[in-house]
């Protein structure tokens, strides 16, 4: 971010604050009702990549969720991952996940020096594990995911991770969503084949992959 956006974001924080989904005075970035109208997830547990040994959502990826994380993603408002996250959070230690390490899903450098953060970084902040970003890199670009068949959207991450040398180790996958899973199955497949013995996933929202149809994805 530079001093120039860094100052037109301060100027742009809300006082009194803000829901920044419905725009409603709330003091959290996530009002009550907004919260509300989500709609927990559902697991179609055939649809988790068999390389990933399990996969978690905190909401369905439609209504107010889907919002969150585009607001987040595309329109900065980086003050929703701390609700988010913090819901993330609660939901591993519902689970009792006591992963090793955590990852975030990596997105390409050049799309961080873009974006100005990974966002699937900013959801890990309440998870009480060590946050290891390096062990999982994105070597390559791709384009959107959204529109292309399963086929070809495993042609078009083919390559795309590299992971550092992680024997032995669980590792709990962080993202923002899951649609096809085929980003999740191909980090879990690069972080088995570089030792990792579990890897497990969590997202903030879970949903199909013709409800991806964002326009910018990594
Ligand atoms: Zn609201």
Not at 68 to 75: P, S
Not at 92 to 98: G, I, K, M, Q, T
Not at 106 to 133: E, K, M, Y
Request: proline share 7%; charged share 25%; hydrophobic share 40%.
């Amino acid at each position: 971010m530079t001093v120039r956006e860094l100052a037109e974001f301060a100027i742009s924080l809300p006082y009194p604050p803000v829901c920044a989904l419905c725009g409603l005075d709330s003091p959290s970035p996530i009002c009550d009702s907004c919260r509300g109208e989500m709609v927990p997830a559902s697991m179609d547990l055939d649809a988790v990549p068999s390389d990933l040994d399990s996969i978690l959502a905190v909401y369905a990826y439609e209504s107010r969720a889907r919002q969150a994380i585009r607001r987040l993603k595309y329109h900065r408002q980086t003050a929703l991952a701390a609700p988010m996250g913090a819901e993330i959070a609660q939901l591993v230690r519902d689970n009792r996940l006591a992963p090793d390490v955590v990852v975030p899903v990596p997105i390409h450098w050049s799309r961080a020096a873009h974006r100005g953060f990974n966002q699937a970084t900013l959801l890990c902040r309440d998870l009480p594990f060590t946050v290891q970003p390096s062990l999982l890199r994105r070597v390559r670009r791709t384009r959107s995911q959204a529109g292309l068949s399963q086929e070809d959207r495993r042609k078009n991450l083919d390559g795309a991770f590299r992971a550092q040398p992680c024997q032995g180790l669980s590792v709990l996958l962080v993202d923002d969503v899951f649609t096809s899973g085929e980003t999740m199955r191909l980090c879990s497949q690069e972080l088995k084949r570089a030792g990792a013995s579990v890897v497990m996933g969590v997202v903030y929202a879970s949903g199909r992959p013709d409800m991806d149809f964002d326009y910018e994805d990594y």
